[in-house]
């Protein structure tokens, strides 16, 4: 049956699965009591318990398994960890209630409780399936089935080397172990030469133990994500079993803790398995499951160390003052517990380093090589820029992208100031604030699943980003810069251009047929002929008139004198007075700057001449008001709108002028409804 | 008389160059506006002189007289401008032109010397 019709079954009997998850952790739990009854009968008696400690250990292992065991069953029922740690839990606690129950019997009792002979002998057999439901476990984890081929071998020879063992260890009997050395095993049907299929069976047992630990190794390696933190929680729990319990025997090597401490640490220990099984079973979207680990191992090596380091000058600093006074030791102490608090800090941030080192490789390499980047920078022998390339390696990302938000515009440019562009399904993390962020990170989804690493790189690469993102700003700016100042350029010799032509085209051209005009009518005066003077001098005046208004016309459009010597409110209405759609100038101004006054000026009539030329508009209104800190201006006409602000030069150079100025402008068209062009500068009158 | 075509975007100078010329014993057989209706009206009309405005709406003068040359009409271009002589580009020696005269400068007598000069 695979897994998803045992998840159909169990959905359509949910009370059953409950029943069976509650009933036999509860049944296992309960184990305990007949457990601790029989110590306490025979507490008297050294041969019958393994001591205080030994039934403590005993007692938490088989809660905790059996514990959490029926907690995974009822949270997953179609994951097989839940029921085979309740399996463990049981074969545990049976094996232990048989023991006690044979030793009690036949030591203290002398063979008069019934199947107490039985009942040791099956206990004594069955440690085999602790190894099997171990290996079992550990191939299931954490699909909860061994899902592939090898992993499923590994399954089936756990449980037949298991089943062998303690079936042939059954059937072939012998003398029971120590203290029950003096009695032979209840049920010998079987003779001595089938011992080697004993012997067959540990080989079995030990080689599915080697490889499924060997397979957990493996795949821990390989894992990505999600598995790699559900693996990572069991190994870290796997590890800690061993380690905990090496460092209690030590600890009381050392310092007598007594058999309650000791207990209590191994039990401790002994919980953390089950445990870590179901953190990573049930939560393993708790990332931090990394970094309680983490702190736990940091604050116990500080403690451990501090702790040392204190009682060793406590002892040492006794020593040395009880030669110059009586009651030396307050005086001792007190000085240690600074010296002890002087060196937390210090000392704190190197075990730190060498537990992350240990324990969180990834990170630390990751945080330190942008640490070290950010090192190089500030002693200015790297860019800000390659901030991009030291974090697509830091995180292992080749397709990595540091992108900023630019000011103006919608593009995110890249710590070079070229546009950037995430690979595509790309994801973004934001760093910084969200509304006004640093930068965006465009990188591989794979990341997120390793949101400690990619925290912790970029909380270290904020400082970095900052500079980049600043210089790219500047960069932007100057740029603007630059082009604005071309612009102007280009605007100035358009200009020339322009007043050229117009005084080639108009003046000059009526000049030039005045003159041979004159030129005729001297030789026909020359040759005798007839020149009709009054008509001559007409055409002549009438010429030169004309030409004097050209010249008039250019001069006000190079500067118009009513602007320098009246300002820009009596400019404006003089602009109105000569434009042929009736204009409504509303000015009350004081006199400005003549920059400002020049640029605000120009605006209005650039305006007013594309209306004139473009706009159909039946009437125009020219604004302008001045509140003592900003001038604006708007020319609001009533046409067809529709107009393009980025074509003709006209507009664009007066943007620059305006940006130059400190200010800026806009143009609003849309079709059927008018045009409306406005700029404000600031200016103090 | 010499036969003249007078090429120029200003109405203005045209009747003006036209009764200049023609008291000075040029017949002026058309007029012409801009390059395109120029070289239409030198192919129709085969005049001995074409007065060959440089700024002309359409294409310059340059280019009128280069295409005229390549056409092989045999008409003599004299280019005119109310720019100063010093203001008028190397395409004018190199445009096939027999010369410049200033708008300002221009008479009867002018054109004649510069066609003396270039024959």
Known sequence: MNARAATAELEWKPWLVRAAAIGSGSAVVLLIVPIAWLTILGRDDGRIGDGPLFNAIGAIGILSTAGVGSFLALRRPANAVGWLLIALGLVWGLGG??????????????????????????????????????????????????????????????AAAGLLTCASGIAVGDDLDPPLEDYSAAFAFLGGAWQAAVFVGVCGLLAAVIAASVDIVRRLRRARGVERRQLTAFAYGALLVPASISFCFILNAVVDIGDLGVGLLLGGAIVLLPAATAVAILRYRLYAIDRIVNRTVVYGVLTALLGAAFLLLVVSLTRLFATVQDDPSPLATALATVIVTAAFLPVRARVQRAVDRRFARRRFAAVSMVEQFATRLRNDREPPERIGAVLAEALRDPGLVVAFPRLRGAELLDPYGAVAKGLPECTTTIVGPAGEPTALLLHDAVLDEDPDVLGAVTAAARLPLEIARLRVEVRGQLEDVRASRARIVAAQDAERRRVERDIHDGAQQRLVALALSLQVARRRHESGEGVDLGALLDQTSAELGAAVEDLRELARGVYPAVLREDGLAEALRALARRTPVPVTVAADLPRLDAGLEAAAYFLASEAVTNVVRHAAASTLTITAEHDGVRLYMSVIDDGIGGADASRGSGLAGLADRFAALGGSMRVVSEPGRGTSVSGELPCES | MRTLVIVDDHAGFRSSARELLELDAFEVVGEAGDGAAALAAVARLAPEVVLLDIGLPDMSGFEVSERLALAGTGTIVVLVSSRSPDQISVRATRCGAAGFIAKDDLSGAALEALLAGAA
Do not use: C, H, K
């Open chain 1, 97 to 158: 209630l048989g023991d006690l129950y044979g030793r009690y019997g036949l030591l203290a009792r002398d063979g008069d409780l019934p199947g107490a002979l039985e009942a040791a002998t099956l206990a004594q057999n069955t440690w085999p399936w602790l190894f099997a439901l171990l290996a079992l476990i550990v191939v299931s984890f954490p699909e909860g089935r061994p899902v592939s081929r090898g992993r499923r071998r590994i399954a089936v020879a756990a």
